[in-house]
């Protein structure tokens, strides 16, 4: 079942092109990446599917429905979120009232919550769950201002799955953590993900690694066009997409692998 879908999206800057005919269908259980090189158009896709921004052309579906525009808040509403980065700008918020924001939200209780917020079981309750989820119940007093960066991202992350969408879109989850982080945010996110019922997930990421190792699919963007959607074994082996979107450096290290991957089962170079 189509779950998101995308129709012959175009996104101007000015004269820019930021999106040129962007199509595509995201299914029930799929974890699709999008990546591409910088200005390729990524994070305005984001933007424009969550309806944060509204295409010059073209429309966004969720499930039958139009979404073309709707906007983050009634988004989620219908059941596709995305993480924002919003730990920043709630430093002084814990680990937990900052989970209580999204589980409110979810819930309807309304703006003024704050000064009775700790006093209501459903809304801790359900907080609770989702830092147990993400590894955070732990640290569910600590400012999210202390956190370190990988415990940052994951409570981005979590946040946005506190909110119990169908669909999440993540922009950058691992970025700016190391290498142990990243794969610790991504088993976390594919774990809690079936814990809580999201059906797909779609995300912006530069990791290649996280990108090969998590996908059911990968798209491929370049000057706002897509280049490729396919598995990542067809990406893999798909040279012009890998030097034009990954670049020169990552296209030797992949096809220098896959020669060595040959070679080593009796192939000749």
């Known amino acids: 079942m189509v779950i998101l879908s995308a129709s012959d ?7 820019f092109c930021a999106l040129d005919g962007v199509s595509f269908k995201i299914n029930e259980g799929e974890f699709v990446s999008i ?8 994070t305005t896709l984001i933007n424009v599917l969550t309806g944060l921004l509204t295409p010059n052309t073209g429309k966004v579906f969720y499930k039958d429905k139009e979404i073309t525009g709707i906007g983050p808040e009634k988004l989620s509403k219908l059941g596709v979120a995305r993480s924002f980065q919003l730990v920043n700008i709630f430093p002084n918020f814990t680990v937990l009232e900052f989970l209580m924001v999204a589980v409110v939200s979810r819930l309807g209780k309304g703006t003024n919550f ?3 917020l ?4 459903k809304v801790t309750s359900e907080a609770l769950e989702v830092a147990m989820l993400f590894g955070l119940v732990g640290k569910r007093d600590v400012l ?9 991202k994951m409570l981005d992350v979590a946040s946005a799955f ?10 950058e989850p691992t970025s700016g953590v190391s290498t142990s982080d990243k794969n610790k945010i991504m088993e ?17 990421e530069h990791d290649m690694d996280i990108v090969f190792s998590f996908s059911d699919r990968i798209i491929a963007l370049h000057q ?12 893999e082996k798909n040279e012009e997409v890998v030097c034009t979107v990954l670049g020169q450096k990552e296209c030797f290290k992949i096809f220098s692998a896959l020669m060595h991957e040959h070679t080593g089962k009796g192939g000749k170079a």
Do not use: C, F, M
């Not at 990546?35 to 990524?42: C, D, H, L, S, V």
């Not at 999210?144 to 990988?150: A, I």
């Not at 506190?162 to 922009?171: F, G, N, R, T, Y």
């Open 9 to 15: 999206l175009r996104k101007y800057y000015g004269e």
């Open 35 to 42: 990546i591409g090189p910088n200005g390729a158009g990524k």
């Open 114 to 116: 704050y000064s009775s």
């Open 118 to 121: 700790l006093r209501d079981q």
């Open 144 to 152: 999210t201002k202390n956190l370190p960066q990988g415990d940052k």
């Open 162 to 171: 506190a909110l119990h969408p169908e669909v999440i879109l993540l922009d």
């Open 188 to 204: 976390t996110l594919v774990s809690a993900s079936k814990k809580i019922g999201i059906k797909s997930i779609i995300q912006v």
């Open 224 to 235: 706002g066009k897509i280049l490729s959607d396919s598995a990542p074994g067809e990406i």
